[in-house]
């Protein structure tokens, strides 16, 4: 076994990123009249644009935060509306991590060349991870981006003057191109090497050929080969290469200051200025997708960003209310309204004050933001809860014929939603959710692209009613002399329903072991991609394969369920619904903190070792063993409640009962019937 791929040293739990901005800038709270506002929405729909409308940032001359119809924003991103001066601090991705995005690129390049893809389909695998979180291409550039035309060549007549303006001017030189074009191109020529000798070796051992090989035998040839190449010396030289590259560029910041708290690699940058141009110019450099500038960017290195300066949009009416703006990484476009969000946003819920959910008027309530309705309301947060729906210009049709239609073509689609979750959650979920319909609740805007001029009045009023009801959002309310009584005995069925139903058959049907209906296996590369992160990094997902998200989804949306039918409500008169949705949100929130922590205890912490016996699997059908593998980690930590004792049957229900027994205590209710 190649001990340099499978060898577990080096791993980071519980890597404080937050913790670590914290230390240099510490965001404001509701007690000292801010309001943290998280920004949840498809790629695409805009939410980054939103944030850019709200900071007052031009979309030409300084776009800042970057945008584009694609997955844009990959790291956190949080701004603070403050007094002078700017100030900024990034932290960085590990070193261990980025080795890893290098080695998958490498890998998945090799396979590009030996499939026969192409030249620009080897170099796009080599510099475009397939999570699309990391790309290569921003920090080493681009076959095409390095060897573009000079700017007199390129502008036309009407664009001549203007380029000009942008803060983001170009910053790579010629000389500076012409080397980055040679180390690319070694790059992809050390990859073809590798495919090359990998493949000859591999067809000379075996009993046939990779063009005569079937489907199974390819996969078998692929497992092969990329444990092959971890055995190799060239394979470890070229990551290295990469590497040292992409830890040279850290070396041309000019401004700032890096900290390196382990080691050479850099953990945190700091930066402060009064000049807003200066500030936006050197914080680009690791927000920007400017492709011009691809080859110096440091963005894919970046796993958050944290601003604070005197922000103001020209739009706004009266003084600026005091806010941070939290972005990230957009929820991506699924087919399935039951799909679970990452733990990434879910975890940002109780850090922040207001969530507000920015969808797409022109195709509003897809999947995805369906989904966050659902978590929203089964983590008790839906009183932060609040929408922007943009692209409201992109509205039409000859049933649409004035504003108020529009506005009612899209609320429709929101109440349907709103119908179906209360329907599957429970009605109380639905009642809550109607708070939506409220005008104060949901925002349109249009054009948000561009600098609103003002004739735009409909969406200036929309953006100021925004950030009016962000302003005067307050905590979530909490009831006194409310008490829900539950009965216990109620909730192993609920349990039972759910880890059988909605968790353990569906990832058996990802990893291949059964089917199911609208549930496809995943290809064994991107199965061993998941099982690298807990046993290598000690983090819970891998891009949309998401554990530890499914199991609190469908565990709290199931409890959810138990918690909307109490057995009784004391005092039995004088309750209102607002006082019993208080007093269930409240149970709700300390519920869906507490599954974050069983849930991440039991599908990655606990079983660590099993990860790595999973992940360390080679040769051929290994990609099978490890598929059971994984399985047998679900099976041991979510087992399935059945008519017989069991010791780990007994052990997982009287951990939920014990998890919802403190949550239901904490909001104020009791159970009729006592734990034994």
Not at 374 to 388: A, D, E, F, P, Q
Not at 480 to 502: C, E, F, H, N
Request: aromatic fraction near 8%.
């Amino acid at each position: 076994m190649a001990e340099e791929q499978f060898k577990a040293s080096s791993i980071q739990i519980g890597q404080d990123f937050w913790g670590g901005r914290e230390r240099i800038i510490p965001l404001s709270t509701l007690d000292d009249n801010y309001t943290r506002v998280l920004f949840v929405g498809t790629t695409g729909a805009g939410k980054t644009t939103v944030v850019r409308q709200i900071l007052g940032t031009d979309p030409r001359t300084e776009r800042f935060p970057s945008t584009s119809a694609a997955k844009t924003t990959i790291s956190d991103l949080e701004i603070m509306v403050a007094a002078s001066p700017f100030r900024a601090v990034v932290s960085f991705l590990p070193k261990n991590w980025v080795q890893t995005y290098i080695e998958e690129c490498v890998v998945a390049a090799v396979f590009a060349h030996l499939e026969n893809r192409g030249p620009g389909e080897v170099e796009r695998k080599l510099l475009e991870h397939s999570e699309q979180r990391f790309r290569l291409s921003y920090i080493l550039g681009t076959s095409s981006t390095l060897s573009k035309p000079e700017k007199e060549d390129e502008l036309s007549d009407e664009d001549e003057g203007e380029e000009e303006d942008i803060i983001e001017q170009d910053i790579i030189s010629s000389e500076e191109r012409s080397k980055l074009v040679e180390c690319l191109h070694n790059y992809l020529q050390s990859v073809q090497s590798l495919a090359n000798i990998s493949r000859n070796e591999l067809e000379t051992d075996l009993t046939f050929s990779w063009d005569t090989a079937s489907k199974e035998d390819r996969d078998a040839f692929q497992e092969l080969l990329e444990y092959g190449l971890y055995d190799r010396e060239a394979f470890h030289r070229l990551v290295d290469d990469i590497l040292d590259g992409v830890a040279d560029r850290f070396e041309k910041l000019q401004k700032g200051q890096l900290i390196r708290e382990k080691g050479e690699w850099p953990s945190l940058w700091t930066f402060e200025t009064a000049d807003r141009e200066e500030f936006l110019k050197t914080i680009n450099q690791f927000s920007s997708n400017y492709a011009p500038n691809f080859g110096r960017l440091l963005t894919p290195l970046v796993q958050g960003i944290r601003a604070a300066g005197p922000f103001q949009p020209a739009w706004k009416e009266g003084p600026m209310p005091q806010l941070v703006l939290i972005d990230g990484e957009g929820l991506g476009h699924t087919p399935d309204t039951t799909a679970s969000i990452s733990t990434r946003i879910t975890d940002l819920y109780e850090k922040a004050d207001a969530i507000l959910l920015v969808d797409n008027a022109s195709q509003p309530m897809q999947a995805a933001p369906n989904a966050v309705l659902r978590s929203v309301v089964s983590s008790g947060h839906v009183s932060k809860l609040l929408i922007c729906f943009t692209h409201f210009d992109a509205v039409k049709g000859d049933s649409l014929p004035d504003q108020n239609a529009k506005k009612s073509h899209v609320l429709n689609s929101l109440d349907s939603a709103i119908i179906a979750i209360g329907k599957d959650l429970g009605q109380r979920a639905g009642h809550a959710l109607k708070g939506l319909l409220d005008e104060n609740k949901h925002f349109f805007v249009s054009n948000i692209q561009n600098q609103l001029p003002e004739k735009a009045k409909a969406t200036r009023d929309g953006l100021n009613r925004m950030l009016t009801a962000l302003e005067e959002i307050k905590s979530p309310p909490v009831s006194t002399g409310v008490k829900p009584i539950y009965d216990d005995t109620l909730l192993p069925m609920s349990i039972q329903k759910a880890v059988m139903k909605a968790f353990r058959e569906p990832w058996r049907g990802r990893l291949g072991l059964s089917s199911r209906s609208g549930v496809f296996p995943e290809h064994w590369t991107r199965i061993k991609a998941l099982s690298r992160r807990p046993a290598q990094w000690g983090t819970d997902e891998y891009d949309t394969l998401r554990p530890v998200a499914d199991l609190i989804r469908v565990l709290s949306e199931d409890i959810m369920r138990f918690l909307e039918n109490p057995k009784v409500w004391e005092p039995s008169n004088k309750i209102t619904e607002e006082m019993k949705q208080a007093t269930i949100d409240s149970i709700a929130r300390e519920l869906y903190s507490q599954l974050r922590k069983l849930a991440r205890k039991r599908l990655i912490d606990d079983p660590v070792l099993d990860w790595r016996t999973a992940f360390s699997r080679s040769g051929t059908g290994s990609a099978r063993v490890r598929a059971k593998d994984i399985a047998m980690i679900y099976d041991l930590a979510v087992p399935i409640p059945e008519e017989e004792a069991d010791s780990a049957i007994n052990r997982f229900i009287l951990d939920i009962r014990e998890l919802v027994k403190e949550a239901v205590i904490s909001g104020g209710g009791e159970f009729a019937k006592r734990y034994e």
